[in-house]
């Protein structure tokens, strides 16, 4: 039945490596392929390399719980995200790939009046930078999602904060569709490449050593995600950044029952149905550090209490398969797209839980920093030096948690 696959063409080459690039990207995951999409496409440098050490889509962008969303609330995050929320937007157009974008909708559940101001606040900081924000009363949460436990003594559900816009979308497509995309416009996407030493001449990086040779280069930008900190040994540089693990879940197929994204605001939990009817879901990280792309049950533990507590139906589900991602925890919960104190070695890193959300402003903004020696006016606040200065945008308490 599969003989018509036959003919079917890989949707990027295998190329072998050139001995020398103007760009080397290091890290194929989504951050590393939108950037040299977006390079190729906006600024027309197509002289690109994207190294990944494993495959296309085997680090975070092919484990996340695939959730989008802009709801933040301080200065530096909020104007970030609503630019990717409205690349995602009109991310299928751009790139012709169907990458299943889903705006479902998001909720935030609260159980406290202080959980109530906090979230109005929030809201109101959204609507401020035009986001779409709603402050749900618990009768039309009910309506919407009958299935929650409302009478819990302990965290009876009191309303939540929903973000219409917020969502879901195919994360493997998305890999997928930025690789296509990079490729039909020159750019080499060299998988089983692990880079395992940086090469500096006079205070300059001049290349990398990989486990295919070594590859000379113009600019080096940095898009490794939980493997940040490694990397960046390679060149003596200490980042603010713990790698720490995430898991999630999906469970077998069910009939459709929840329409939204939905995240439990008296425990680590949230969730999510798939296309195929499974439960995705997940909850806090793993508390130690770790670069194993696997996680503990002491974790799986906590996250199933969550989810009973907040859907007691869920008690009856099996659960299909788990698995861990290698998160690169900032000390602030936010990122880091910068220039750093090696003059053509730039560094796109510290997306703690929330990365994937990010993954097309994230590309357009490092894109354009590469290409121009200066930060995006959107990414401006995502300075390598905030925790030296003080100037830390501390959000990983709010919009920041788990998704
Ligand atoms: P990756 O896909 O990890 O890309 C980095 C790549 O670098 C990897 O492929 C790795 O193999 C490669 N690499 C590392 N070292 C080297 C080297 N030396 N040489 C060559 N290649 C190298 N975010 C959300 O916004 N919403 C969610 O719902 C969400 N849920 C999540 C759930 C889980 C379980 C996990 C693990 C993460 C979740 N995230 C979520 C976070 C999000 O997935 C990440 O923040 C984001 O994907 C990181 O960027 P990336 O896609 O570039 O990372």
Not at 128 to 134: K, Q, T, Y
Not at 191 to 203: A, D, F, K, P
Not at 238 to 262: R, Y
Not at 310 to 315: E, Q, T
Request: proline share 3%; aromatic share 10%.
């Amino acid at each position: 039945a599969l003989r018509g696959n036959r003919t079917w063409q890989p949707a990027w080459r295998s190329p072998v490596p050139k001995t020398h690039y103007d760009v080397i990207i290091i890290g194929g995951g989504g951050h590393g392929l939108a950037t040299a999409y977006y390079l190729a496409k906006e600024f027309g440098i197509t002289n690109v390399a994207v190294l990944e050490k494993g495959y296309v889509g085997s680090g975070n962008v092919g484990r996340n719980t695939t959730i989008i969303r802009s709801n933040y609330l301080l200065e530096g995050n909020n104007p970030f995200y609503e630019l990717s929320m409205k690349l995602w937007e009109g991310l299928e157009q751009d790139f012709n790939f169907n990458a299943m974008v889903s705006q479902r909708g998001v909720l935030n559940l609260y159980h406290s009046d202080a959980q109530r101001d906090a979230y109005t606040r929030r809201g109101n900081a959204m609507r401020l930078h035009g986001v779409d924000a709603d402050l749900l009363d618990r009768n039309t949460v009910r309506q919407m999602l009958p299935f929650l436990d409302f009478d819990n003594a302990r965290f009876p559900i009191q309303g939540a904060l929903m973000q219409k816009r917020g969502g879901t979308v195919r994360h493997d497509a998305v890999a997928w569709g930025y690789a296509r995309g990079a490729d039909m416009r020159g750019v080499d996407i060299i998988q089983n490449c692990e880079v395992t030493g940086i090469r500096r001449e006079n205070g300059r990086i001049s290349g990398v050593e990989t486990s295919q040779g070594f590859i000379g280069c113009g600019k080096l930008a940095m898009a490794a995600a939980g493997n940040s900190t490694t990397v960046a040994d390679m060149v003596d540089m200490k980042l603010p950044i713990e790698s720490h693990v995430l898991q999630a879940f999906v469970s077998e197929g069910l009939k459709p029952f929840i329409d939204n994204v939905v995240t439990f605001g008296a425990g680590h939990f949230y969730v999510s149905q798939s296309d195929k009817g499974g439960l995705v879901f997940g909850g806090d990280i793993d508390g130690y550090n770790s670069y194993a792309q696997r996680g503990n049950l002491a974790t799986v533990e906590h996250v199933a209490e969550a989810g009973v507590a907040m859907i007691p139906a869920l008690s009856r589900v099996r659960v299909l398969r788990s698995w861990g991602g290698i998160m690169d925890m900032s000390m602030d919960g936010s990122p880091i797209i910068d220039r750093t104190p090696i003059d053509n070695l730039y560094l796109n890193a510290g997306w703690c839980y929330g990365g994937f959300k990010a993954t097309p402003a994230s590309g357009f903004c490092y894109a354009h920093l590469i290409a121009k020696n200066e930060p995006h006016e959107t990414g401006r606040a995502f300075r390598l030096d905030r925790f030296a200065r003080g100037r830390m945008i501390d959000e990983k308490g709010v919009g920041a948690q788990p998704n």
